[in-house]
């Protein structure tokens, strides 16, 4: 069985900084693609940043310049170094990841951003 367990979450100020860590544990082959991913009261879950195995990264225009995703391929883990935050960055974070061609998702972090 598979399981993605995130750290990190909290409650922070506006303009500070918070680090997202995923680690995914169980026995499987390979891990494609991780990710974070957030969902807001009343919103829909959305995208925030990506990394595939080979190292290529996306992230949401919401949060470019501000978030960076890392990823640890030896440790299976990932992570998410958020600075500059906002507000309207707080939401529940959950880690992703495609885990022997299967999604898996984190069980969330609250991440609370106060003005």
């Known amino acids: 069985q598979v399981q993605l367990v995130e750290s990190g979450g909290g409650l922070v100020q506006a303009g500070g900084s918070l680090r997202l860590s995923c680690a995914a544990s169980?026995?499987?082959?390979?891990?494609?693609?991780m990710g974070w991913y957030r969902q807001a009261p009343g919103k829909q879950r959305e995208l925030v940043a990506t990394t595939t195995s080979g190292g290529s990264t996306g992230n949401a225009n919401s949060v470019k310049g501000r978030f960076t995703i890392s990823r640890d391929n030896a440790k299976n883990t990932v992570s998410l170094q958020m600075n500059s935050l906002k507000p309207e960055d707080t939401a529940v974070y959950y880690c992703?990841?495609?885990?022997?061609?299967?999604?898996?998702w984190g069980q969330g972090t609250q991440v609370t951003v106060s003005s």
């Open positions: 169980g026995s499987f082959v390979s891990i494609t693609t």
């Open positions: 992703g990841a495609s885990v022997d061609g299967q999604w898996y």
